[in-house]
């Protein structure tokens, strides 16, 4: 049994505590939302009224939150940092920068551990353990938090501190590319007039197809303005002029965003509410089972 | 037995042609080329010394050229449209655009049925017969097309003349925004000082797999060039208003297709010879079984 704190039970987070519950770890958690740290306390889980809380005595803290968030969840008296104990390791699991990583690990107290663990993978991984970890560190600290990470699934070491966010990133550029061009692909149907649902029926015979399914799988859920944020960070991390596919990409996905209210799941970035605003209010447009092309 | 004219030998039509001569068909050919035209009278094939005399006494001719030669080998004195009969259909399986299908339409002789087929995967599809095919037109002439076109593999119907290009332009902007993502995940890695072969071996554990197997296939290679002019036939249709990633992507392309002489086929856009400018001469980054990230 470790003792390991969490901090950030969000989307994943809430679907990782009950793994480390199960390998009879003793988890202490914190959330800035209240609810969410009942919930995980009625699996089994030590509820704590700040991050400092959640990471005292804890041998290993695992930090969840989103990238903007790190500097709260982190620095100041009420931070993880506050809390950890010499010999102690902390793994930041967030998609972030480079830069950020750097900056934590100038502000670690003395003896504390740092690696970051970015994962690969939704809420579906995430509840079945069945996550990528890219875990880097110095082979101390990966020592240290290997064994707990282990629990999500399948821990991939990938180098020095820092690397876990790069390859990250790096890995994230196609794949967000790939779901920013199936709104642009829809987007293009809307042009030609054509059948989202012919659309998405071919993406899905290709080599696209795992694409679409992840799109459309309604057990893999992500915050559409989460998929945005993540574009942001890239942005941050990499520089619009190196990456003008990325940046065509997030301005796509903040319009998508900003068309609806609520923000859509992603899935739903396949649905006529996310399309160009001069097509958004044509109804029978890019419906599925629409009849097909027009003016022929 | 059916008369079948056959014009465009490249990639793509020189895989195809044998299927047909295999289902006994009596195959009239053209290319440009003529070195094209003397492998396929090799296999059976009877050589035409222009698109008129291949498609004269056809049933059904096929035309498998770049968007951009349509027009020289279709029209005027030697072009397809003045070789056939009436009756006879003809297929065109170019990716172009719903215009350029139009314009054809227009001048389609009296009786002489036309239909698009364009085709989704590449030469080892096409080798294997293995192709889907988009079959688009009236009735009349998608039952006059479909049963030679059956043999390249599966042929799906979706809907009028035209709607063939257009699903295909529509799939294309996934595919392409996710083969272009490739290349601007290793121009991040570049940027950030990480290594391609990492990149590509863990891009190969997610959803994007397929893609990554695609651009690595060495029995399924494309010109790069090809691609980049499918991004630019894709933009004439859409519109770069409409597509931004897909017009960053075109611009990212034609410079990957620019940097190298000859320009690569589409394996090699995970070379470092097709990295941005600035890393391009920088040895050492950007190679497969490089140590990974700097200056930790």
């Given at each position: 049994?470790?003792?390991?704190?969490?901090?950030?039970?969000?989307?994943?987070?809430?679907?990782?505590?009950?793994?480390?519950?199960?390998?009879?770890?003793?988890?202490?958690?914190?959330?800035?939302?209240?609810?969410?740290?009942?919930?995980?306390?009625?699996?089994?889980?030590?509820g704590?009224?700040?991050?400092?809380?959640?990471?005292?005595?804890?041998?290993?803290?695992?930090?969840?939150?989103?990238?903007?968030?790190?500097?709260?969840?982190?620095?100041?008296?009420?931070?993880?940092?506050?809390?950890?104990?010499?010999?102690?390791?902390?793994?930041?699991?967030?998609?972030?920068?480079?830069?950020?990583?750097?900056?934590?690990?100038?502000?670690?107290?003395?003896?504390?551990?740092?690696?970051?663990?970015?994962?690969?993978?939704?809420?579906?991984y995430?509840?079945?353990?069945?996550?990528?970890?890219?875990?880097?560190?110095?082979?101390?600290?990966?020592?240290?938090a290997?064994?707990?990470?282990d629990?999500?699934g399948?821990?991939?070491?990938?180098?020095?501190?820092?690397?876990?966010?790069?390859?990250?990133?790096?890995?994230?550029?196609?794949?967000?590319?790939?779901?920013?061009?199936?709104?642009?692909?829809?987007?293009?149907?809307?042009?030609?007039?054509?059948?989202?649902?012919?659309?998405?029926?071919?993406?899905?015979?290709?080599?696209?197809?795992?694409?679409?399914?992840?799109?459309?799988?309604?057990?893999?859920?992500?915050?559409?303005?989460?998929?945005?944020?993540?574009?942001?960070?890239?942005?941050?991390?990499?520089?619009?002029?190196?990456?003008?596919?990325?940046?065509?990409?997030?301005?796509?996905?903040?319009?998508?965003?900003?068309?609806?209210?609520?923000?859509?799941?992603?899935?739903?970035?396949?649905?006529?509410?996310?399309?160009?605003?001069?097509?958004?209010?044509?109804?029978?447009?890019?419906?599925?089972?629409?009849?097909?092309?027009?003016g022929?």
């Amino acid at each position: 049994m470790v003792a390991v704190g969490f901090v950030g039970l969000g989307d994943m987070g809430s679907r990782m505590v009950p793994h480390l519950l199960r390998a009879n770890h003793r988890v202490s958690v914190f959330d800035v939302v209240p609810g969410r740290i009942d919930a995980m306390t009625a699996l089994g889980a030590v509820g704590a009224d700040s991050p400092a809380a959640a990471a005292r005595d804890a041998d290993v803290v695992i930090s969840a939150v989103m990238s903007a968030d790190i500097p709260g969840a982190h620095l100041g008296e009420g931070g993880i940092l506050a809390g950890m104990r010499p010999g102690a390791a902390l793994a930041v699991l967030s998609t972030t920068t480079p830069a950020m990583l750097q900056s934590l690990a100038s502000q670690m107290p003395a003896g504390v551990h740092l690696v970051d663990a970015p994962l690969i993978g939704g809420v579906r991984y995430a509840s079945e353990a069945a996550l990528t970890v890219l875990l880097a560190g110095s082979d101390d600290a990966t020592a240290l938090a290997e064994p707990i990470l282990d629990a999500f699934g399948q821990v991939v070491r990938v180098g020095p501190l820092g690397s876990g966010v790069a390859y990250k990133l790096i890995t994230n550029v196609v794949v967000m590319a790939a779901e920013a061009g199936l709104r642009e692909a829809l987007d293009l149907a809307d042009v030609l007039g054509a059948s989202y649902q012919t659309t998405l029926d071919l993406l899905a015979r290709g080599p696209m197809a795992a694409v679409v399914k992840r799109a459309l799988d309604r057990d893999n859920p992500r915050a559409l303005r989460d998929s945005a944020v993540d574009f942001d960070v890239l942005l941050a991390a990499g520089g619009e002029d190196n990456l003008p596919i990325s940046a065509a990409g997030r301005r796509r996905l903040w319009a998508a965003t900003e068309a609806t209210s609520p923000p859509p799941v992603f899935v739903d970035l396949t649905s006529h509410a996310t399309a160009l605003p001069r097509f958004r209010n044509e109804p029978g447009r890019g419906q599925a089972g629409e009849p097909g092309l027009h003016g022929e």
